[in-house]
C-alpha cells in the first residue's frame, strides 16, 4: 500500500520518464504578471463590478481598470490617456518587487498579486497608495515619464530572524 507522497513520485517519474506524456498549456488570454491599463472603469459596489468584470471580454479588461467606487482618487477616476507605455522587471523577490515604467501619460500600473494591506509601493522614492484593482489585484496610478516603483511587503509582525 503507497501512502500519497509515494503516489506522487510515481506520477513524477512516469511524467518525466516519458511514460505518460507531461501536458503544458497556455493561456495566451491570461494577463500579463504587470501591465499598464489606459482607462479605468470605476463601479458603485462590489457586486456591480463582479458583474460588469464576468460580462467584459479580455481585450476590456485588458484596456480598463476595474475598480470599486472610493479607492481611486477624484483625478484619477477621469481617463488617464497614455498611448505609449512599457513595464520592465527589475527584480522579484517573495516580499520585494522592482520595476521600471516608462508612460508618454498618466496610468494605472495593474499588477496580476492578490492584494493585500501589507504590501507598500513607493515611485521614485516617494510612498503612493495600493488600490485594489480588478477586485482582487493591485492597481498604482503612474504619471506620464520614467519611473522606479518598488512594491515591499511589510507584516504586521516582525519575523522571527536566528
Known amino acids: 500500500q503507497s501512502n500519497d507522497r509515494e503516489k506522487a513520485m510515481v506520477h513524477i517519474t512516469a511524467n518525466l520518464g516519458g511514460e505518460n506524456p507531461l501536458y503544458i498549456y497556455r493561456n495566451e488570454e491570461a494577463f500579463p504578471r504587470f501591465f499598464l491599463a489606459p482607462s479605468v472603469r470605476e463601479?458603485?459596489?462590489e457586486t456591480a463590478l463582479l458583474n460588469a468584470m464576468a460580462g467584459a471580454g479580455v481585450a476590456t479588461l485588458r484596456k480598463s481598470v476595474f475598480v470599486q467606487k472610493g479607492w481611486l482618487k477624484e483625478n484619477m477616476a477621469a481617463e488617464p490617456g497614455f498611448t505609449e507605455g512599457a513595464v520592465d522587471l527589475v527584480s522579484y523577490k517573495p516580499d520585494r518587487i522592482e520595476l521600471d515604467l516608462h508612460v508618454d501619460g498618466t496610468?494605472?500600473?495593474a499588477v496580476v498579486n492578490s492584494y493585500s494591506p501589507y504590501w507598500r509601493a513607493r515611485v521614485d522614492g516617494e510612498a503612493t497608495e495600493i488600490f485594489p484593482a480588478?477586485?482582487?489585484?493591485?492597481g498604482v496610478a503612474v504619471t506620464a515619464g520614467t519611473h522606479r516603483v518598488v512594491f515591499d511587503y511589510v507584516p504586521p509582525y516582525r519575523p522571527f530572524v536566528k
Open 43 to 45: 463601479f458603485g459596489d
Open 134 to 138: 480588478y477586485h482582487t489585484f493591485w
Open 107 to 109: 496610468a494605472i500600473l
